[in-house]
């Protein structure tokens, strides 16, 4: 496993999360890192993404509201979520490619994902 996404959990609406991908066995530092989900029964969506130079860009759902961030020194990477909503219930993955986008397609490396579910 290269990247293992984890922290979610069962919330209350409104509160806050921080999701982890941590990387093992190889570095990701040049890489954009992409955070996806899956809500139940439904497609997996783009949520974030940050490149390896700090930029970033995010869905509409949840722009004001998620952050990705990364600390390289610890092949670590990171989605801040504030406000959450029972939408955002959903399985999270963190992925990685070397590219930009939103597409799943352009990811090669993908975590397995992490469960987060947020009660109303």
């Known amino acids: 496993v290269q990247l293992q996404a984890s922290g979610g959990g069962l919330v209350q609406a409104g509160s806050s999360l921080r999701l982890s991908c941590a990387s093992s066995?190889?570095?990701?530092?040049?890489?954009?890192i992409g955070w996806f989900r899956q809500p139940p029964g439904k497609e997996r969506e783009f949520v974030a993404a940050?490149?390896?130079?700090?930029?970033?860009y995010y869905a509409e759902s949840v722009r004001g509201r998620f952050t990705p961030s990364r600390d390289n020194a610890k092949n670590t990477m990171y989605l801040q979520m504030n406000n959450l909503k029972p939408e955002d219930t959903a399985v999270y993955y963190c992925?990685?490619?070397?590219?930009?986008?939103?597409?799943?397609?352009?990811?090669?490396?993908w975590g397995q994902g992490t469960q987060l579910t947020v009660s109303s």
């Open positions: 066995g190889r570095t990701f530092s040049r890489h954009t």
């Open positions: 992925a990685a490619t070397l590219g930009t986008g939103w597409a799943s397609g352009q990811y090669d490396v």
């Open positions: 940050i490149t390896w130079s700090g930029g970033t």
